[in-house]
């Protein structure tokens, strides 16, 4: 019988890992994701097939998912409610359904990817849902694993450690915020290795292990490591008091509602209190035959790329990147509705357009700019409406040459201003991808 393991959340951080690891090994991949014709793209060998926790509510639609498949690995999870995201879909309700369907298709072995610090005295609705999901797990009849990784490393990065890289490499001087608090960084290989000993039939079966390596990092400390690996010149460490970071967090709350999610939010600095250290490896090395690497050997084993740089060093200027931008359209939309409307109206008029039509091309073009800059902050229309502002300016160029020529010669250069402007517009929508 053919090995096949059915990865739900197979487009995440670490369920891509998990697939790509499965399929090297030799198995084959039915890989679970919200938007799987996106993911397949980037993975086409895999069986992609959609997995929303909210549509799979009865053993009987989670059927066709679990047909043939031997072993079922959980990577679905989410930091904090917000649009698409719920604790209790993610965390309960579709855990639950997913067991009751293992039990009926006859899938006896499921990994669940959890994390340290999944407990109720974390004070989080993050964590409580996660221990929630593993006393079903427990409760359950299942071969079960929990294994609940501390910091995952990988080339790749998303979320906590794309945030840590970007700190990592903040101009001359590192920011943190407390900088005690610990952890026991893993290689995504490793972790992926222990997962694929654990698939194995024959594998020991119902215990939660915790995942880390053998090295206990501070905050600090791994953040310096990570600047060395990224190529940079050392920098002094700047302690940020947790009140003072307070309002940025509370804002990376409100965006996240928005539909931003960041790792610089109420449940993130809640959890990093808690703890997300995790004990040491020994039973893990027993359980899989995996020793994880420590600190610096993960380091050293992929140096870090021109690439990883520019990700790094964007991490905090795409988003005031595109603040600033969003701010410049309403503002001048605001301006051309309000103080400068007749200033406006009248540049029309000189360039030949009658009285109504100078007013409703000053009125309409101005909310047409209020409308570009907020919209521009709405996630999903993120790219495309960088692209249309190009367009659009590009077009008002244009006409603009054709009606005054002359103030591409302007010392002031209304023309020329413009162009930088243009350019953004293009970054922001070149780094629209998240993962």
Known sequence: ??????????????????????????????????????????????????????????????????????????????????????????????????????????VRRLIHISAVGADDEAGTAYARTKAETERRVTASSLDWIILRPSLVLARASYGGTAMLRGLAACPGVIPVLGGDQMFRPVAMEDLCA????????????????????????????????????????PAPVIRIPVWMAWPAVKIGDLIGLLGWPSSFRTTSVQQMAHGAAGGPTEILTAATGISPRGFEAILFADPATTADRWQARLYFVRPASIVALGLFWLATGLVSLGPGFEVAKQHLMTAGFSDAAAWHGTFWGGWFDVIMGLALWIRRWTRTVAVGMFVATLGYLLGATLWAPQLWLDPLGPWLKVLPMMMLCLVVAATDDRR
């Open 1 to 106: 019988m053919p090995r096949r393991v059915l990865i739900l959340g197979a487009s995440g951080f670490i369920g891509s890992s998990l697939a790509r690891a499965f399929a090297r090994d030799g198995w084959t991949v039915r890989a679970g994701a919200r938007r799987p014709e996106t993911a397949r793209r980037l993975a086409p060998s895999h069986d992609w097939v959609r997995a929303e926790f909210g549509d799979l509510t009865t053993p009987e639609s989670w059927a066709p998912l679990l047909a043939g498949v031997t072993v079922v690995v959980n990577c679905v999870g989410v930091l904090q409610d917000g649009p698409g995201d719920s604790h209790a879909v993610a965390h309960v309700e579709g855990p639950s359904a997913l067991i009751a369907a293992c039990e009926a298709a006859g």
């Open 194 to 233: 222990a997962t694929i000993a654990l698939a194995d039939e024959s594998a020991p079966a119902r215990m939660t292990l915790d995942v880390g390596g053998p090295d206990l990092v501070s905050q600090s400390n791994l953040l310096r490591g990570l600047r060395g690996w990224l190529g940079l010149k």
